[in-house]
């Protein structure tokens, strides 16, 4: 079973930064990919941003420009450094691994408990 550690979130105020971090209990030679998500009252779970083993990575549009994802293979961790924060920003945020199983043979999905980030204005 792989464990996703999350931690970062927080209140700040509008045009503040944070950072989350998203440790996995897993060798990164078996993550194919690494993202966070939101979810925010009311809302679908949208994709924040992703990042690949391959070190690609894609935005959601409405976070280009302000938020980066970045992976540090040696600790297992995921970064997400938001910046320039917005009130529409506050949701629950959650760290999704794509993982092999050991011998290669599948992929699955785990997700982290979710940290809060709320953007006051």
């Known amino acids: 079973q792989v464990q996703l550690d999350e931690s970062g979130g927080g209140l700040v105020q509008a045009g503040e930064s944070l950072r989350l971090s998203c440790a996995a209990s897993v060798s990164t030679s078996r993550i194919n990919s690494m993202g966070w998500y939101r979810q925010a009252p009311g809302n679908q779970r949208e994709l924040v941003a992703v990042?690949?083993?391959?070190?690609?990575?894609n935005y959601a549009d409405s976070v280009k420009g302000r938020f980066t994802i970045s992976g540090d293979s040696a600790k297992n961790t995921a970064y997400l450094q938001m910046n320039s924060l917005k009130p529409e920003d506050t949701a629950v945020y959650y760290c999704?691994?794509?993982?092999?199983?050991?011998?290669?043979?599948?992929?699955?999905?785990?997700w982290g408990q979710g940290t809060q980030v709320t953007v006051s204005s």
């Open positions: 990042i690949t083993s391959g070190g690609i990575t």
């Open positions: 999704k691994a794509v993982v092999s199983t050991v011998g290669g043979l599948f992929r699955r999905d785990y």
